[in-house]
């Protein structure tokens, strides 16, 4: 088994014959780990590189819409509350990895999405973290609001 090459084939459709073998193209695809842990005696796959711009196109939309509705269900059901008992720390936490997801987009997935579907995705994002914003905001007063009631009761 050789280790540290590289190479992608192409063969023609009808014949199977290959057409093109080239090794510096995937330097320019996507790179994916597959996360199928079945065992079986065949050829063992550690990455896969796409080099297909539109399927890399299509699996990265797909993917980046499962993570916002994940974010989007979410935001939804802490902002929904009403008992208010999510902390200002856990929304926080949320907010930030909000915006870690925003720097992998913009930086790690740009280059592969048009530029309007970066920008679609960069206002669907600002609009959920001032809307987490606003709900951190509610929390914190009201969080003041107990340390004074707090305090005051002490003093009694």
């Known amino acids: 088994m050789m280790s540290g090459q590289c190479y992608l084939v192409e063969k023609e459709a009808r014949t199977g014959d290959v057409v093109h073998f080239d090794w510096n193209r995937l330097q320019e695809g996507f790179q994916i780990t597959p996360k199928n842990q079945l065992r079986y005696d065949g050829i063992l796959v550690n990455q896969l590189i796409i080099v297909k711009h539109t399927f890399i196109e299509k699996l990265l939309k797909k993917k980046i819409q499962k993570k916002l509705e994940i974010y989007l269900n979410y935001i939804v059901d802490v902002i929904d509350e009403e008992d208010d008992s999510t902390s200002s720390g856990a929304l926080a936490e949320i907010l930030d990895e909000l915006s870690r997801y925003k720097d ?25 973290e001032y809307e987490l914003k606003l ?15 707090m305090k005051n009761t002490r003093n009694r």
């Open 135 to 149: 709900k951190v905001m509610q929390v914190r007063q009201l969080e003041y609001m107990y340390e004074d009631e």
């Open 104 to 128: 992998i987009l913009r930086y790690r997935y740009a280059k592969y999405l048009g530029e309007k579907y970066v920008d679609l995705l960069m206002k669907k994002i600002d609009l959920l």
